[in-house]
Every structure is written in structure tokens, then in C-alpha cells.
């Protein structure tokens, strides 16, 4: 069975700093680009960063320079480390998994895990 479980999320003053892992099974992790997205209560889900299985990488604009994202094959993980943090930060962080090429668009995504909220508090 599929799985993507997240960790790492919990709550920070701002400008502080998280770092959110995404542990994946039982898929060959290496062909598959990942992304982690956010969802704020009454926004629309939104990826904030991807990589792709050759580790090239996008980020959103919101988050460019202060997030990082890393993958790690042998251990079929993916990070985001969070740096200088602002409340708007706050949501719910999902990792998902896409055969291919990262993609802004949730729906192409084959695999998601359960989120982890973040709380950055001013």
C-alpha cells in the first residue's frame, strides 16, 4: 500500500525556523517528481515547492529564498526545510508524489499524505 506520511510541523514564532519530512513506500520513489503543497482554511491548495527525480527544483514566489527542498532516494524521503517564517506560512502542509515532472496542478499528482499543520504566530 502506498504511503506518504509527513512530520515535522507544529508551531513557530515568526521568523523562526520548521522542517517538514515526507517519508514515502511501496513506490519506486526515485521516478517520481514531488512536491509539497500548503492549504490555508478558505484558500485553495497551492504547491510551494517541487523536485523533480533529477533533483531540479521550483518554488512558488511566497516562499523563494526562504524554503529549501531536498530529496533523498537512498532513504525515499523528501525535506522542506522553512527558514524566516511569517504567518501567512500558516496551513496545512501536504507531500505528493507525481509520476514524472513536478506540476502546480493538484489533481496530476498520483499520491498524497495526510498533511501537517504549521502555526507561525507574529
Known amino acids: 500500500q502506498v504511503q506518504l506520511v509527513e512530520s515535522g510541523g507544529g508551531w513557530v514564532q515568526a521568523g523562526g525556523s520548521l522542517r517538514l519530512s515526507c517519508a514515502a513506500s511501496?513506490?519506486?520513489?526515485?521516478?517520481?517528481?514531488m512536491g509539497w503543497f500548503r492549504q490555508a482554511p478558505g484558500k485553495e491548495r497551492e504547491l510551494v515547492a517541487g523536485?523533480?527525480?533529477?533533483?531540479?527544483?521550483y518554488y512558488a514566489d511566497s516562499v523563494k529564498g526562504r524554503f529549501i527542498i531536498s530529496r533523498d532516494n537512498a532513504k525515499n524521503t523528501v525535506a522542506l526545510q522553512m527558514n524566516s517564517l511569517k504567518p501567512e506560512d500558516t496551513a496545512v502542509y501536504y507531500c505528493?508524489?507525481?509520476?514524472?515532472?513536478?506540476?502546480?496542478?493538484?489533481?496530476?499528482?498520483?499520491?498524497w499524505g495526510q498533511g501537517t499543520q504549521v502555526t507561525v504566530s507574529s
Open positions: 505528493a508524489a507525481r509520476r514524472g515532472w513536478v506540476s502546480p496542478e493538484r489533481g496530476q499528482y498520483d499520491y
Open positions: 511501496a513506490f519506486i520513489f526515485s521516478e517520481y517528481g
Open positions: 523536485i523533480t527525480r533529477n533533483e531540479i527544483t
